[in-house]
């Protein structure tokens, strides 16, 4: 049974370009989280979808920033015209039932972004 | 709303001689507690719980951690570490009706042989 899958692993974008991460849960996992670690800084709350539903996203910067979880296929986190504060470690994570029973999360690997 | 303070940003420490690894919370419901452990360029693994009953949980690989409600406190403890336990330890606590997963800022486990 694979993880959490996420790609890439690294990506590197020059400032004002678009960033893509893609995020695959665990099979039979319906709900996505994803989270943002910035160097020297435990992981930061972004948002929580279910499929085709954004959930909470009280952590999502306002601008620049999306996420999508469509019926079929990945969880997709966009960010527009990036900037050098966007680099960080992105990770995803997925669980099968929701979180506020405790179950807890599986953490994907993550993507490190660079931008230069 | 919640918070997590993990007291000690790096904790080196012998081979073979008990660790501890602080965290104290805050929250105005009912928690659930976690430690993560995050080897380097990889995703976050759990360690262990707590969700209710006993305030001692354990893990498979030698880890507990006791739930103390009256100290806000989770701490991380191991009798005799070992020099794959070299890693980056999280502590994270969500409520009872919360999506979200509060992180500390992390300890750094160096095991030195």
């Known amino acids: 049974n694979a993880g959490v899958m996420q790609n890439p692993r690294h990506l590197v974008r020059r400032r004002g370009q678009e960033a893509r991460l893609r995020c695959s849960p665990m099979?039979?996992?319906?709900?996505v989280y994803w989270y943002r670690q910035l160097p020297e800084e435990g992981l930061k709350f972004m948002v929580y979808?279910?499929?085709?539903?954004?959930?909470?996203e009280s952590g999502m910067p306002k601008e620049r920033f999306s996420a999508e979880f469509p019926k079929e296929g990945p969880s997709i986190l966009r960010i527009q015209q990036v900037v050098r504060g966007d680099s960080a470690a992105y990770f995803c994570a997925s669980s099968p039932i929701s979180p506020d029973t405790g179950y807890g999360y599986t953490f994907g690997s993550g993507t490190r972004l660079t931008v230069v | 709303a919640q918070s997590v303070t993990q007291l000690d940003s790096q904790v080196p420490v012998f081979e073979e001689a008990p660790v501890e690894l602080r965290c104290n919370y805050s929250?105005?419901?009912?928690?659930?507690l976690f430690w993560y452990v995050q080897y380097p360029n990889q995703g976050l693994q759990l360690l262990l719980k707590y969700l209710s009953g006993s305030t001692l949980v354990e893990s498979i690989n030698g880890f507990e951690a006791e739930f103390n409600k009256s100290q806000t406190s989770f701490h991380l403890r191991k009798p005799s570490v070992h020099i794959s336990d070299t890693a980056e330890y999280f502590c994270?606590?969500?409520?009872?009706?919360?999506?979200?997963?509060?992180f500390g800022k992390g300890t750094k486990l160096s095991v030195i042989p």
């Open positions: 979808l279910q499929k085709e539903n954004i959930i909470d």
């Open positions: 929250s105005s419901v009912s928690v659930y």
């Open positions: 994270a606590v969500t409520g009872a009706g919360s999506y979200q997963l509060t």
């Open positions: 099979k039979g996992h319906s709900h």
